[in-house]
């Protein structure tokens, strides 16, 4: 049964996200002279953490709160959601970021553009702007992502009550780490709305094939090992 409630609430919870996350970006290249200093990444990495860890709690009860391709298609894959659902919230997530990426665009014209309106702009030089590297780094930190939301939000023993604040706080390390060196994805529909805004493609690929490879790897694994086992004693 195709449930819209639910696509609606990844569409919104999506939007937040790529509103918030990159404009978050746009403020610390205002704020510190383009430069990736300290300040900026901790703001980046607090303002994703929290909208991320908000929507949760906000929609987590509606449609789960994916947010993400990459974490609703190893929730296909798992069985946790249906292909026809799974590729409406898919599609949601999307639009969302695309009508948030434009969103920005109508407010912060100028100043967005200096930053490609937050999208991540591929491999850094601390990796020696290394492609497989980045592709990588994109697989590691999905994959943990996606394992916290296995064990927090799907799996039945999980202590109740914390799978924002735990899903949050792992965007919010990811992020920390991560933005320095490919930009901290871990979501295609983040990447895909701003780079169809900005219209920078460079390195785009890495950011859906990361993703959806690390989150396909940690769904399974975690489904496999530990939440058929809790779901069985159910």
Do not use: C
Not at 21 to 43: H, K, R
């Amino acid at each position: 049964m195709v449930d819209l409630r639910a696509w609606l609430a990844e569409g919104i919870s999506t939007y937040a996200l790529v509103f918030f996350g990159p404009l978050a970006v746009i403020l610390s290249a205002a704020a510190f002279a383009d430069t990736l200093s300290l300040e900026g990444i901790l703001l980046i990495s607090f303002a994703h953490g929290a909208v991320i860890g908000l929507m949760v709690y906000a929609f987590g009860h509606i449609s789960g709160a994916h947010i993400n391709p990459a974490v609703t298609i190893p929730m296909i894959l798992t069985k946790k959601i249906d292909v026809k659902n799974g590729a409406g919230y898919i599609m949601s997530q999307l639009v969302g970021g695309i009508v948030a990426a434009f969103t920005l665009v109508a407010i912060l014209p100028e100043l967005g553009a200096k930053v490609n309106f937050g999208t991540q702009g591929g491999p850094s030089d601390l990796i020696n702007n290394s492609v497989s590297s980045g592709l990588f780094l994109e697989m590691i930190f999905t994959f943990f992502l996606v394992l916290v939301i296995f064990m927090t939000a799907v799996h039945k023993k999980a202590a109740a009550g914390w799978a924002g604040f735990s899903i949050g706080g792992m965007i919010f390390l990811l992020h920390l780490v991560g933005v320095p060196l490919t930009g901290a994805s871990m979501n295609p529909a983040r990447t895909f709305g701003t780079a169809l805004a900005s219209g920078f493609w460079e390195f785009h690929w890495i950011y859906w094939v990361g993703p959806i490879v690390g989150g396909i790897i940690a769904g399974l694994i975690m489904d496999y090992v530990y939440v058929k086992k809790a779901e069985a004693e159910f």
